[in-house]
């Protein structure tokens, strides 16, 4: 199903790198089929994606009786699932309302802000897509993309309005206050800088040095979790730090050299960027560290940025053969970081592989559904 998805869309990316004309006489139509097909895949799943039964059998025992106190989930979150049982107690109507809500938000933000579209949707596929399942902070991410489309318009007082909208459905998209701050050109020095330091603490392993004991603060389950990592955890992570510092300079290195060979530059281009390098950094320094349980779902609101910044990457590109190849590259970097999102969820684990539905793969038995 998602390498299916995968290959509709990267369809639409060679048009749109190599066949403009085409695609634009008929974007609408290729935007819907990818709206379509996204909405089927979340709104149609079933035991499929990150924490199902928490979800699922809040949604079932949902009753009018019920107060928010009573969850453990946010009010936001709890009311809209009040507003969708009064309707239906289809879990499954429930999942496409807030697909379409979601993929809505993103499908505006998305051809707002990036001059390729359709290679932004590809890269947000690859994102988001081993997240699926995420209902509450997914909900608050619909009101983080507005959010963002408003504050390029330099509207920040909308954008703060959507991040406390958000709130109540996910306390996470807090960190985007930091965007306010960031809708600028920062001095490459500085970024340059930000990176080199970055990596040394990388490669000096510290993180992996800290005391157990530090994220019992986080609560009990996190504190179990961060004990069965470090346990397990082995002589891979040099090699995870290194890929991660390879993963994200192949695309922020030509951005820094070649800025102002950069045309047509996307409106709110360096808010993007200057995200993009934030989650750089924590990317960096997390990845294969025992500190990746904790920060991987707040990084999504950076890393989302990865969309906006590879087009702009491949603006740079003249239209020939090196571009056919690195557009067949790119589709390939996605297949590998899709997959990659699946497997880290642990040795055989099956969140999402096989992808299961209402109309495919019925008859299989998930173990892994929490």
């Not at 470090?230 to 390879?246: G, P, Q």
Request: glycine share 6%; hydrophobic share 50%.
């Amino acid at each position: 199903m998602y390498f299916v998805i995968i290959a509709i869309m990267s369809i639409f990316v060679f048009l749109e790198m190599f066949n403009k004309d085409i695609l634009e006489k008929y974007k609408y139509v290729f935007a819907f089929i990818c709206f379509a097909i996204l909405v089927f895949q979340d709104g149609f799943r079933w035991e499929t994606g990150t924490d199902w039964d928490p979800y699922y059998y809040f949604f079932e025992n949902l009753t009018l009786s019920i107060t928010p106190e009573d969850s453990d989930f946010d009010i936001g979150y709890v009311l809209f699932s009040y507003l969708i049982r009064v309707f239906t107690d289809n879990y499954t109507v429930f999942l496409t309302i807030l697909a379409v809500c979601f993929y809505s938000a993103f499908f505006y933000f998305i051809f707002k802000s990036s001059g390729y579209p359709f290679t932004s949707l590809l890269i947000f596929y690859m994102g988001t897509v081993s997240y699926m399942g995420m209902n509450r902070q997914f909900m608050a991410m619909i009101f983080y993309a507005v959010g963002l489309v408003l504050l390029t318009g330099e509207r920040k007082i909308y954008y703060i309005i959507m991040l406390f909208i958000g709130f109540f459905f996910h306390k996470t998209i807090l960190i985007g206050f930091i965007a306010l701050f960031l809708n600028k050109k920062l001095n490459n020095i500085y970024i340059v800088s930000l990176l080199l330091i970055t990596i040394i603490i990388a490669m000096s392993g510290v993180i992996n040095k800290l005391p157990l004991g530090l994220f019992a603060l986080f609560g009990d389950e996190t504190g179990d979790r961060m004990e069965y990592y470090f346990i397990n955890l082995d002589a891979t992570s040099m090699t995870s730090t290194l890929f991660a510092i390879f993963r994200r300079l192949i695309w922020i290195i030509p951005l820094l050299l070649f800025d102002s060979r950069i045309s047509g530059k996307p409106k709110g281009y360096y808010l993007f960027f200057n995200l993009y390098l934030i989650g750089t950094v924590f990317y960096i320094l997390c990845n294969g560290t025992i500190l990746q349980i904790i920060v991987s779902r707040a990084l999504i609101y950076f890393n989302i940025m990865e969309m906006l910044i590879i087009p702009v990457v491949f603006t740079l590109l003249r239209p020939n053969y090196g571009k056919l190849i690195a557009t067949f590259m790119l589709t390939a970097y996605v297949v590998l970081f899709t997959y990659k999102g699946f497997v880290g969820y642990g040795e055989n684990t099956d969140y999402f592989l096989p992808y299961k539905g209402l109309f495919i793969n019925t008859n299989y038995h998930r173990q892994y559904t929490r």
